[in-house]
């Protein structure tokens, strides 16, 4: 049975293990990196979920998917906000988890923000069609955003527009 909700400070060492997956598994798909995350003290993990928004899918208890929302504090800025951390336990895709998570953030989105921006990289096919699918649409490309390993990563930049 699965159960999406916000995290909360108690869910860290949980967000921390399937954060630290996704950086292992998929290290061109983030702007932070395995290596820097995983030296971070729980703590921080702590922080991270106490100072922003944070969904979770929960599949009997166990914390399978996470969408993340900052809204930056700059009053000029305020009127948009960015998705961050999406990520899919390899087992749960195709679930429909993925659709619970992002469904409870774009709500919890749409009573702050007007509109939300996320960079995906150009070879995530399936991750451009799936926010494609929820109302996504790309606006540029930033070439050589992400430097993995020595090769460069384009990224598409996409946004929704809430209201």
Same mark, same amino acid.
């Given at each position: 049975? %699965?159960? !999406?909700?916000?995290? *909360?400070?108690?869910?860290?060492?949980?967000?921390?293990?399937?954060?630290? =997956?996704? *950086?292992? $598994?998929?290290?061109?798909?983030?702007? @932070?990196?395995?290596? #820097?995350? @995983?030296?971070?003290?729980? %703590?921080?993990? !702590?922080?991270?979920?106490?100072?922003?928004?944070?969904?979770?899918?929960?599949?009997?208890?166990?914390?399978?998917?996470?969408?993340?929302?900052?809204?930056?504090?700059?009053?000029?800025?305020?009127?948009?906000?960015?998705?961050?951390?999406?990520?899919? $336990?390899?087992?749960?895709?195709? @679930?429909?988890?993925?659709?619970? !998570?992002?469904?409870?953030?774009?709500?919890?989105?749409?009573? $702050?923000?007007?509109?939300?921006?996320? %960079?995906?990289?150009?070879?995530?096919?399936?991750?451009?069609?799936?926010?494609? $699918?929820?109302?996504? #649409?790309?606006?540029?490309?930033?070439?050589?955003?992400?430097?993995?390993?020595?090769?460069?990563?384009? =990224?598409?930049?996409? !946004?929704?527009?809430?209201?």
């Amino acid at each position: 049975m %699965s159960k !999406v909700r916000r995290l *909360l400070p108690g869910d860290a060492e949980a967000f921390r293990s399937l954060r630290l =997956e996704a *950086l292992h $598994r998929h290290p061109d798909a983030f702007g @932070s990196s395995h290596a #820097e995350e @995983s030296g971070s003290p729980l %703590s921080s993990f !702590v922080d991270r979920i106490a100072g922003g928004y944070i969904a979770g899918g929960f599949v009997d208890g166990q914390l399978d998917a996470t969408a993340g929302l900052l809204i930056p504090a700059q009053a000029k800025l305020r009127h948009k906000g960015m998705l961050w951390g999406v990520y899919v $336990r390899e087992n749960r895709r195709g @679930s429909g988890l993925a659709d619970a !998570v992002m469904a409870t953030l774009l709500a919890h989105a749409a009573e $702050r923000v007007e509109q939300i921006h996320l %960079s995906v990289a150009v070879t995530n096919r399936r991750a451009i069609g799936f926010y494609e $699918r929820l109302g996504f #649409e790309p606006f540029a490309t930033e070439p050589r955003a992400l430097k993995v390993d020595g090769a460069y990563i384009d =990224e598409l930049l996409m !946004v929704k527009v809430m209201r």
